[in-house]
């Protein structure tokens, strides 16, 4: 954020007050720090007390928060509200572009499968990077109400519960190509309740690989009504099967095609 930036954004304060802008830059850059996930309000308290060296409240730190909502620069997508018992969970904060946290940060997460394997540790924040960018473009369609769905006692948690009207479909992001079964745990379990509405789930991972390691697999997925798409993804995608690849379902002269028992449904070209 420039200088010139910051000076505006302080100005445009409520009832004429100037914005801290001190405050304004610690808040975005714990946005940029906790990339797709739900930080607590203690969290957020914490960490502002620790750099600022002040006692300030939640409230005030969650009009920063809903401040950097409405330029865009970040989404909040709130806990999905439905037969919650408790008190209100954390928003998922999800950010425009992971560029900024990169250099906000100056750390620089390697999302390209050589990268990854040069550095295993990352993988999970890759993961993060992921599901950040799937939430903040589904925030950005219209006649779409997006949720997430938090850990609630026996009930696993969801990246995305997506709604229209009143139908609502699972998401779950997965930053791998290849998907055991208990990666589905919290799909199923959504789907399973009647009371949710939902009638599918859809697994987003960073590649499918269509020759499945287990048919079982696929007989899970239909009963269980889960579809898989690859991030970014079109129809009938295709790869080229590496030479120290085994063969296996649907290899034709080195060309792997996604059999039909594996339906696809595209997320966007921009993901």
Same mark, same amino acid.
């Given at each position: 954020?420039?200088?010139?930036?910051?000076?505006?954004?302080?100005?445009?304060?409520?009832?004429?007050?100037?914005?801290?802008?001190?405050?304004?830059?610690?808040?975005?850059?714990?946005?940029?720090?906790?990339?797709?996930?739900?930080?607590?309000?203690?969290?957020?308290?914490?960490?502002?007390?620790?750099?600022?060296?002040?006692?300030?409240?939640?409230?005030?730190?969650?009009?920063?928060?809903?401040?950097?909502?409405?330029?865009?620069?970040?989404?909040?997508?709130?806990?999905?509200?439905?037969?919650?018992?408790?008190?209100?969970?954390?928003?998922?904060?999800?950010?425009?572009?992971?560029?900024?946290?990169?250099?906000?940060?100056?750390?620089?997460?390697?999302?390209?499968?050589?990268?990854?394997?040069?550095?295993?540790?990352?993988? +999970?924040?890759? !993961?993060?990077?992921?599901?950040?960018?799937?939430?903040?473009?589904?925030? /950005? #369609?219209?006649? &779409?109400? *997006?949720?997430?769905?938090?850990?609630?006692?026996?009930?696993?948690?969801?990246?995305?519960?997506?709604?229209?009207?009143?139908?609502?479909?699972?998401?779950?992001?997965?930053?791998?190509?290849?998907?055991?079964?208990? +990666?589905?745990? !919290?799909?199923?379990?959504?789907?399973?309740?009647?009371?949710?509405?939902? /009638? #599918?789930?859809? &697994?987003? *991972?960073?590649?499918?690989?269509?020759?499945?390691?287990?048919?079982?697999?696929?007989?899970?997925?239909?009963?269980?009504?889960?579809?898989?798409?690859?991030?970014?993804?079109?129809?009938?995608?295709?790869?080229?099967?590496?030479?120290?690849e085994p063969t296996g379902c649907?290899?034709?002269?080195?060309?792997?095609?996604?059999?039909?028992?594996?339906?696809?449904?595209?997320?966007?070209?921009?993901?």
């Amino acid at each position: 954020m420039s200088s010139s930036t910051r000076s505006r954004t302080s100005r445009t304060g409520p009832k004429g007050r100037k914005r801290d802008e001190h405050l304004l830059e610690e808040v975005f850059r714990l946005a940029c720090r906790y990339i797709g996930q739900s930080p607590k309000q203690s969290l957020y308290l914490d960490e502002i007390k620790r750099v600022m060296h002040a006692n300030l409240g939640w409230q005030r730190i969650l009009a920063y928060l809903k401040f950097l909502d409405a330029t865009l620069l970040i989404r909040l997508i709130e806990p999905l509200e439905l037969r919650l018992k408790k008190a209100r969970g954390p928003a998922k904060l999800c950010l425009c572009d992971h560029a900024l946290r990169a250099a906000w940060l100056q750390e620089v997460i390697p999302l390209d499968g050589p990268g990854l394997d040069a550095s295993p540790h990352l993988r +999970d924040l890759a !993961g993060r990077i992921a599901e950040n960018t799937v939430g903040y473009f589904f925030r /950005s #369609l219209t006649d &779409l109400d *997006v949720a997430h769905f938090p850990e609630r006692g026996p009930e696993p948690e969801v990246d995305f519960i997506l709604t229209i009207g009143e139908q609502r479909i699972p998401v779950e992001v997965k930053y791998r190509s290849r998907i055991d079964f208990p +990666d589905t745990r !919290g799909l199923r379990s959504f789907i399973e309740k009647s009371v949710y509405n939902a /009638s #599918l789930g859809l &697994l987003a *991972v960073v590649m499918i690989d269509p020759c499945l390691r287990n048919r079982s697999h696929a007989t899970l997925q239909f009963r269980h009504r889960l579809l898989c798409t690859p991030l970014g993804a079109c129809w009938n995608h295709t790869r080229m099967r590496k030479p120290d690849e085994p063969t296996g379902c649907s290899v034709k002269r080195e060309r792997r095609t996604v059999p039909p028992s594996y339906p696809l449904m595209p997320v966007s070209s921009q993901i």
